[in-house]
């Protein structure tokens, strides 16, 4: 299992592998909300953590149709499905993957960022907790869409009309406790909604996902 999480992230970090194309996109989409929205600090202070939840779900979407598509064309999947590691703990290993080079570079990258949109200091903190509690749920998701989706021809566009109206839970209240946090109310609420989805979709998606590929692979 190690050996598959520490394959997994080599492709990832390697050129072309996805990387670095999340934080880019993320980076591009910070970059253009002043533009689009105007310049005034009020505004882009107030919107500030919603637009860097949405801009880290969308970023997080770039590289989802990767997890399994590279492995289903080189055959790696067939094997990994005879392997003596079950395909849940695949599951399980290439959603951790994804995650460590994806949701982690976009949650400590967010609060540099969100000097952008000029995000007040104090909500610094519950961005990158926020992230880090979500982030896990946005790449188990995905991986369950990527495994419904392997071996289609450009399943891209389909992966992400599947995938995305399931991240709205947890962007909702991902920038719900950002917004609470810095207007100094309670967080407990949807932090412990926000830890539930993770919590949710790590213990039954896992099982969901080696389902999907062992009818895709018959």
């Known amino acids: 299992m190690i050996a598959l999480l520490h394959r997994d992230l080599l492709l990832a970090t390697r050129a072309g592998g996805g990387f670095g194309l999340g934080l880019v996109f993320f980076l591009i989409v910070v970059v253009l909300v002043p533009f689009g929205v105007g310049p005034e600090t009020a505004i ?16 997080a979407l770039l590289s989802l149709d990767r997890i399994f598509a590279l492995d289903h064309e080189d055959g790696s999947l067939s094997l990994l499905a005879t392997a003596p590691i079950p395909l849940e703990a695949v ?5 951790a993957a994804h995650w460590l080079t994806t949701g982690v ?6 609060p540099v960022l969100g000097v952008l949109l000029h995000l007040d200091p104090s909500a610094f903190g519950f961005v990158v907790v926020t992230l880090l509690l979500g982030t896990p749920a946005l790449s188990v998701i995905g991986t369950f869409g990527a495994a419904l989706t392997v071996g289609i021809r450009r399943g891209g566009l389909l992966l992400s009309l599947i995938v995305l109206p399931l991240y709205v839970p947890t962007l909702i209240f991902g920038a719900e406790a950002v917004r609470r ?18 919590a949710g979709a790590v213990a039954l998606l896992p099982f969901a996902t080696a389902a999907v590929l062992r009818m895709n692979l018959r």
Not at 105 to 110: D, G, R
């Open 44 to 59: 882009l202070s107030r919107i500030a953590p919603g637009i860097l939840w949405v801009a880290a779900l969308l970023a």
């Open 91 to 95: 599951a399980v290993i290439k959603a």
């Open 105 to 110: 570079p976009l949650a400590i990258a967010a």
């Open 181 to 198: 946090g810095v207007d100094g109310q309670d967080t407990a609420t949807p932090l412990l909604m926000l830890g539930g989805i993770t």
